[in-house]
């Protein structure tokens, strides 16, 4: 969503979806299971088909270059 809050009223422009897949919620259907890091970074449950894992992937960014180098998921 474009957001412009250089002048005396803030702007707000068009929603846009930053997710599109079915992400799994919490207890209540108004809380979602993210969470988001001092850094900037961020952890998101996902509906698999058959209910669902949580994968916990320490040092994703080796891991996809390992995976990456080794041809991608097969």
């Known amino acids: ?26 207890g209540g259907a108004s809380i979602p299971n993210y969470d988001v890091t001092s850094d900037g970074r961020f952890i998101m449950i996902r509906r698999g088909p058959n209910g669902g894992k ?14 990456l180098a080794a041809g991608g998921v097969q």
């Open 1 to 26: 969503m474009a957001f412009d809050a250089a002048g005396a009223e803030r702007l707000f422009g068009k929603p846009t979806v930053l997710f599109a897949d079915d992400y799994e919620f919490g």
């Open 54 to 67: 949580l994968r916990v992937i320490l040092n994703w960014a080796e891991e996809l270059t390992r995976v």
